[in-house]
């Protein structure tokens, strides 16, 4: 039996020699290769921590000295130790989340993945446990040197060093990397002390001295290791950043040397007051074709071949790359377009972009915030900023977008990937978000692009508008398949196709038009008539939208965000004050958090599917139950079980 066989929770670390822990750490790299090559996933992160987790598990007593993962893509060896070991369906329906989930585990703590948070919580509960007689508890909260570029973190840091009396223990994991190498001030500290060969040979030299004399030799190590940092600090100047802050800090140590770690986290343990501990580690430890790749170093991926790292996947285009190519023909014609991301570069899109005009590019680190407001102020000055982020991290900045961009009238194009379900990665990760957020936001347009030719040009008219934000959102994954439009209305609505009666308008938002087109086709089945339409740009909603709407007996929107509150919910309130009570059947995903699962699975549970949409629609124009045909079987589905509502007819 190998060793991991026998670890079923971290208590099973205690017997473990030096060397079985060392084969211990080669046993998970083994094992996190081999799984998540067939499942894809956080790849090279995890293998970075694999000693740092293990190291963590065996000196702390998870869960009663709570372990905070930022962002918590980097905890599956902590799901391993932690008796969860079955990642035959990591990331899909029913199996283990790509993220700590409280669901799973008690020693899972914080779950919403998005960086920078995790030094707040780490105050929060520590403040907690001195108030309710809890405080010989720790908290260990384990940052990555790029979560460290967000501002939140830093706000985090001046309140915990506001309270020295309490037991918690900050882990820097330090491997330059984010999805990227890590940029900025922050980065480059770090970096200098990586690079300071003077520290780690002095530090490693006394560690090993002192260890030739026992127990006695390893407590005066210790004992001097605080006095002595003021001396090594002359190397790597690392006291100038912590020593305002008035909080103790310990390293660096090597990441992947366990018998450091184990001692120097053992160290801060004991001191009884917060403490940093700053360890350097490695992205892609032990796995060849990781540390060969210089983008990202396997940061995430798809399925993959364990013996090369080459891709099992799919590769058809994507929205991202469509995106890509069209920026950079922007970029061509318009020396004013800058780009601008969150320590996204490539997941974002932005790459070619950076390779062709080097100084038109600013990454800013995991700091949406600042991106947005910064943003605001390029555009003041002159320049047309394109801000490339995650729709979920989107959320992080509306304060910004509000009050910078859009008060100021400012020319800022949002460019918001993954919108909508993303699957997988779970709930702190799906798109579904942005629509109802955004379009609340005064002299805001909105463009959901349903194809690649879509979303070239609705890029191309986003960053003409120079007095407003514009927003381009599109879907995760391969790009839809191109949707002709049998006519473009004035305003640029594009009609998709004709029923043979006005009786149901469908509006599809973006990759929503196919399944509004494939809705229609069922319904002709059984002589009920539909218009399908996309609006391109959802805001501001169209007039010829209106205008349809007033000669339909019922509208139906079909969007990839929250029903509540979302784009639907705009249309209805639009039709009210132009004095059209045409019924709009608002539909959209549920508004509550959706686990990790296929994108099919989750729209599915919704209900948003062209049969189920199909028999609704069939239920309320008819006001029957009346089976809907499936066109391409020819055959029935179950009946409906009842009217949804009757509906007025209009006057044509």
């Not at 381009?472 to 998709?496: M, S």
């Not at 709009?584 to 296929?598: C, I, K, M, Q, T």
């Amino acid at each position: 039996m190998s060793v991991l066989d026998g670890i079923r929770g971290p208590r099973d670390l205690d017997a473990l020699s030096a060397a079985q822990l060392k084969e211990l750490a080669a046993e998970i790299r083994g094992f996190l290769v081999d799984n998540v090559s067939r499942t894809g996933g956080h790849l090279g992160p995890n293998l970075g921590v694999v000693e740092l987790t293990i190291a963590l598990h065996r000196v702390f007593d998870s869960p009663n000295d709570p372990i905070i993962f930022d962002t918590g893509h980097q905890s599956y060896v902590h799901k391993l130790l932690t008796g969860r070991q079955d990642f035959s369906a990591l990331r899909a329906r029913g199996g283990l989340a790509g993220y700590p989930q409280r669901a799973e585990s008690p020693h899972d703590v914080v779950e919403s993945s998005h960086a920078s948070s995790s030094l707040s919580w780490a105050d929060g509960i520590s403040r907690a446990f001195g108030r309710t007689g809890r405080s010989d508890r720790h908290v260990v909260a384990v940052v990555g040197d790029g979560a460290l570029t967000g501002g939140m973190t830093w706000e985090a840091l001046n309140n915990i060093t506001d309270d020295n009396d309490r037991n918690l223990v900050i882990v820097v994991n330090d491997n330059g990397r984010s999805y990227a190498p890590t940029i900025g001030g922050m980065a480059r500290h770090l970096n200098r002390v990586r690079m300071a060969e003077a520290y780690r040979d002095i530090s490693q030299r006394s560690s090993r001295m002192a260890g030739r004399f026992g127990a006695v030799g390893r407590a005066l190590y210790r004992g001097v290791r605080g006095g002595t940092h003021g001396f090594l600090s002359r190397f790597t100047n690392n006291s100038s950043l912590y020593s305002n802050l008035d909080i103790k800090y310990l390293g660096p140590v090597d990441g992947h040397d366990l018998p450091a770690l184990i001692e120097t986290l053992q160290l801060a343990k004991s001191y009884g007051a917060p403490v940093i501990v700053h360890a350097i580690t490695e992205k892609g430890r032990g796995y060849q074709p990781a540390l060969d790749d210089e983008a990202d170093q396997f940061h995430a991926v798809g399925r993959i071949d364990p013996a090369t790292g080459g891709s099992l996947g799919a590769s058809a285009q994507g929205w991202t790359d469509v995106f890509a190519d069209e920026l950079v023909r922007i970029g061509e014609r318009r020396p004013d377009v800058i780009a601008m991301t969150a320590a996204m570069l490539r997941p974002t899109g932005l790459a070619p972009f950076a390779e062709r005009f080097p100084d038109r590019v600013y990454d800013v680190g995991i700091a949406e915030q600042h991106a947005v407001a910064s943003a605001a102020g390029l555009a003041y000055g002159g320049l047309h900023p394109v801000v490339a982020l995650y729709s979920t991290f989107m959320n992080r900045a509306f304060d910004q977008l509000l009050m910078d961009v859009a008060l100021h009238r400012a020319g800022v194009t949002f460019v918001l990937d993954r919108a909508g379900v993303t699957g997988p990665d779970g709930p702190s990760h799906h798109g579904m978000w942005d629509l109802a957020l955004l379009h609340i936001v005064p002299q805001v347009r909105i463009a959901a692009p349903r194809d690649a030719a879509r979303l070239r040009e609705e890029l191309a008219e986003a960053v003409a508008v120079r007095d407003a934000p514009t927003v381009v959102r599109f879907p995760k994954g391969a790009v839809a398949e191109e949707i002709p439009a049998i006519e473009r209305l004035q305003d640029g609505v594009d009609v998709l196709s004709r029923g043979d009666a006005e009786d149901v308008l469908i509006v599809g938002i973006g990759p929503f038009a196919r399944l509004g087109l494939d809705v229609a086709e069922r319904l002709r089945a059984q002589g009920i008539g539909a218009t399908v339409v996309d609006p391109r740009w959802v805001v501001p909603i169209a007039g010829s939208i209106v205008e349809l709407a007033a000669r339909h007996r019922l509208v139906i929107t079909l969007e990839d965000g929250i029903r509540v509150g979302g784009i639907g919910t705009r249309v209805r309130q639009v039709l009210r004050e132009a004095g059209i009570d045409t019924a709009v059947d608002e539909l959209g995903l549920p508004d509550r958090f959706l686990d990790h699962a296929s994108r099919e699975q989750i729209l599915e549970d919704a209900g948003l599917t062209p049969a189920k949409i199909a028999q609704d629609v069939v239920s309320q124009v008819l006001g029957t139950r009346v089976p809907v045909a499936r066109p391409e079987e020819g055959r029935g589905l179950p009946t409906v079980t009842g009217p949804i509502g009757r509906l007025r007819t209009p006057g044509r």
